[in-house]
């Protein structure tokens, strides 16, 4: 069992033994079926075939998609480099990720009004995330509280992602309750203080929250609430499956039910998106009001990341936010290269003192090892593990875990390392890009 300064993370997994199970059953992993991401998104597609817009806000990005289809090319441009002769009949993928010592190197991340894409929404990856060991990140657009999350979660690791709310009694009120509800860390996200230009949900009109779909962070916040001249909701569970078309006609007609829950739902995204961008200075605020581990999720230059380590912050996300906010921006693992070519980040990253983690395009095994060999100290996982949770919930999640880590243990064998950390320090000797 994994220890660390908070106690027990999870009993060890034996993630060898994923493709043994399976011929020992003759049956395909359940509950998925299948391993093959492709096919994980094809499934949740036809889950919700009634919900073609649902689906879409998931699966879109920003403009012509260019950005997402960059993060998966630039992964596929580099190469791993298997050495022979080497015994890797144990190994160990353990990571250290903020002054932790975890049994995987990933993070669950956060993805936004999970209530449109299943019943459970954000509380199935929360209580996947406790059963492995795998830290979970609440996004401030979550269809869950604060607190309901923090219960699924139970003694799991979890992160807090902070949309930097406009009014900053709002945002002390966020940060006292993911203290008092066991987040450790602040996961701040730099590059959403405006919705980027999502072609998809333009078209459609697709405004889940003008429905009160992702608000649970914001109706459950009782200093919030108050400036909208109401009393804070826990526990509220927004409807599955999401029909914006009726609710659309309630809105129209008036019903007061649904005019509140455009109040609510507006007056949030006024908030936490509301088109007010933030400087370096005003990192000092949440430095001075978090007591814990503050992570920037967005950094996508060197110099923005030595400018994080002289506001005393602990980690960074390279990270283009999966594709949906700049068409045309840089793959996040080139962005990852050309920051720990800083020296500054380096030394760091050896001190312990700044963890980097890189977000967008990791879907494999083979992914997390090219990232971590370029330099990254683990990743987040994204869309995989929600197509898993529209397939089958918590147990679609875990699959989903658990397939990754065990392709990331085959891998790492065959490719003649021990552990994780034998690929970090060895870098560059691991991968090559290669322009095809």
């Not at 960059?70 to 080497?86: C, D, E, S, T």
């Not at 990192?283 to 978090?290: G, P």
């Not at 720990?340 to 980097?356: E, F, I």
């Amino acid at each position: 069992m994994l220890q660390n300064s908070d106690g027990p993370i999870v009993p060890a997994i034996q993630w060898k033994d994923f493709i043994p199970s399976l011929y020992k059953t003759r049956q395909p992993p359940q509950p998925l079926g299948t391993v093959l991401i492709s096919d994980l998104e094809s499934q949740a597609k036809e889950k919700l075939k009634d919900h073609p817009e649902c689906f879409e806000y998931a699966r879109g990005n920003a403009g012509s998609e260019s950005t997402f289809d960059a993060n998966i090319k630039a992964f596929q441009r580099y190469r791993i480099i298997p050495r022979m002769m080497v015994d890797t009949t144990q190994r160990n993928l353990e990571a250290t990720i903020l002054g932790v010592r975890y049994p995987t190197p990933l993070v669950i991340g956060p993805i936004g009004t999970q209530a449109l894409f299943t019943e459970e929404g954000e509380l199935a990856p929360a209580r996947a995330g406790n059963a492995l060991g795998v830290p979970f990140v609440l996004s401030s657009v979550a269809s869950r509280s604060i607190e309901d999350v923090a219960e699924a979660n139970g003694n799991g690791h979890r992160f807090f992602q902070l949309y930097w709310p406009k009014s900053d009694d709002i945002t002390l009120s966020l940060l006292k309750r993911a203290k008092d509800n066991g987040y450790s860390a602040l996961v701040v996200t730099l590059d959403n203080f405006s919705i980027g230009w999502r072609t998809h949900d333009i078209n459609a009109t697709f405004a889940p929250p003008l429905h009160g779909y992702g608000n649970e962070v914001g109706r459950s916040d009782p200093v919030f609430m108050a400036k909208l001249g109401l009393e804070p909701v826990t526990n509220h569970r927004p409807s599955f499956p999401y029909e914006y078309k009726k609710l659309d006609v309630l809105l129209q007609q008036g019903d007061p039910h649904q005019a509140q829950e455009a109040k609510v739902g507006m007056g949030w995204v006024a908030e936490v998106c509301s088109g007010h961008y933030r400087s370096w200075d005003a990192l000092r605020f949440l430095r001075d009001n978090w007591k814990g581990p503050i992570v920037l999720k967005g950094i996508l230059k060197a110099s923005d990341a030595e400018k994080a380590l002289e506001y005393g912050i602990d980690g960074i996300v390279v990270s283009n936010h999966g594709g949906r906010q700049v068409d045309g921006a840089i793959p996040s693992l080139y962005a990852l290269v050309d920051i720990v070519q800083s020296p500054k980040v380096v030394a760091a990253q050896k001190a312990g003192t700044l963890t980097v983690l890189l977000d967008s395009g990791v879907r494999t095994g083979s992914d997390i090892i090219k990232a971590l060999a370029l330099g990254a100290q683990g990743v987040f996982l994204g869309r995989a593990y929600l197509w898993g949770s529209v397939i089958a919930g918590q147990a679609g999640v875990e699959q989903v875990l658990r397939q990754t880590m065990a392709e990331l243990d085959v891998t790492l064998g065959l490719i003649g390392y021990q552990s994780l950390d034998d690929v970090r320090a060895m870098g560059g000797e691991v991968v090559k890009k290669i322009d095809f």
